[in-house]
């Protein structure tokens, strides 16, 4: 998966707990992305960020934020993490920022809020 | 919303047949880009196609794009059953970031 590791890999958490998920990059790309996947929306962009501490909305930002305070990581955060937000989270990076950049994609976090 | 929306959702053929997946799009692009996603994995990228471009090939891979149509198409030939995967087209237009469809679910039977 292109040096991009996504930890965990797997999470159940409670409604109403703080959750990180974390994206790390082997590949000192500038962007890095975050999307959740969910059945019959496709992927939908919640944050990007293109460069260190430099940082946008997506799609679907509302109850999420972001960090990356080394180019290597970046951190998506659950403030109060709702069943809506049960999803399967991946981080994609990308040398171009703008749309014709080739993003490679980590393999996931499947994540369950009860 | 720009998002493509990929045609069928779900594709069955046999091993060896060609599979044809379709994206159409709703405003003119800059370009579109085709990933697969094997279950439980990530996206990977097979082709990008420029707006000014027609066709593309990356060995069974087949891209074309009608931009008057709005539409792309997929061709997968001579397909294996290691091409089983959901395949999506994504989309960019203007200074927007890239916009990825809803997929079409291919399975290749033995």
């Known amino acids: 998966d292109a040096g991009i590791t996504q930890s965990p890999r797997h999470k159940v958490t409670e409604t109403g707990t703080p959750v990180t998920l974390r994206c790390h990059q082997t590949e000192n790309h500038r962007y890095m992305y975050w999307y959740r996947q969910d059945p019959g929306h496709g992927l939908r962009l919640i944050h990007y960020?293109?460069?260190?501490?430099?940082?946008d909305k997506g799609e679907v930002s509302d109850g999420y934020s972001v960090s990356r305070s080394k180019t290597e990581d970046f951190l998506l955060t659950l403030e109060s993490a709702t069943s809506s937000q049960t999803s399967v989270y991946f981080c994609?990076?990308?040398?171009?920022?703008?749309?014709?950049?080739?993003?490679?994609f980590g393999a996931g976090t499947r994540l369950s809020v009860l | 919303s720009q998002q493509g929306e990929e045609d069928p959702q779900a594709l069955s053929i046999q091993e060896g047949e060609n599979a044809t997946m379709n994206c159409s799009y709703k405003t003119s692009i800059n370009n579109l880009q085709w990933y697969r996603q094997n279950s439980g994995r990530g996206l990977v990228h097979l082709i990008l196609i420029r707006s000014n471009e027609r066709e593309k090939h990356s060995g069974r891979l087949r891209v074309t794009l009608d931009t008057s149509k709005k539409s792309s198409s997929l061709l997968i030939t001579a397909s294996r059953a290691a091409d089983t995967a959901s395949y999506f087209c994504?989309?960019?237009?203007?200074?927007?970031?890239?916009?990825f469809g809803t997929g079409t679910r291919l399975t290749i039977i033995p």
């Open positions: 960020s293109y460069g260190v501490k430099d940082t």
């Open positions: 994504a989309t960019h237009f203007g200074n927007e970031k890239l916009t």
């Open positions: 994609a990076i990308s040398e171009s920022g703008q749309g014709d950049g080739i993003q490679y």
